[in-house]
């Protein structure tokens, strides 16, 4: 069984990774100890893209647990020892979600 906070993968062993509809259902006193393990597995300079909805947008009141906007997500990822590039909000439609999206985007780097 793999668990976010002890990942079976040598040091620095991924030049990038996603992290898709992940952050909204950690606990804030897990965060330090998963985002310290993807910091050991990325290589330094390696690039994290993490995506979230915004504010409550999906939130079904039972599985989010932190809601972000830009401003909280960037401190936040910040505070967790990574360089944020950038944090974007989208907004697009497609035929999936026809009234549009509504979820950040931010681009991040393992200093």
Request: net charge neutral.
């Amino acid at each position: 069984k793999t668990r976010f906070d002890s990942m079976p993968f040598p040091d620095g062993s991924f030049d990038g990774a996603f992290m898709i509809d992940v952050v909204e259902h950690l606990y804030p006193r897990d965060r330090q100890a998963v985002f310290a393990e993807i910091r050991r597995v990325l290589k330094p300079g390696a690039r994290l893209l993490l995506v979230t909805p915004y504010e409550h947008a999906y939130d079904d009141g039972v599985h989010h647990v932190d809601f972000f906007d830009q401003a909280k997500l960037r401190a936040v990822l910040e505070g967790l020892g990574l360089r944020v590039l950038s944090v974007e909000r989208d907004r697009r439609r497609d035929y999936h979600t026809p009234q549009g999206h509504d979820r950040l985007n931010a681009l991040c780097e393992r200093p």
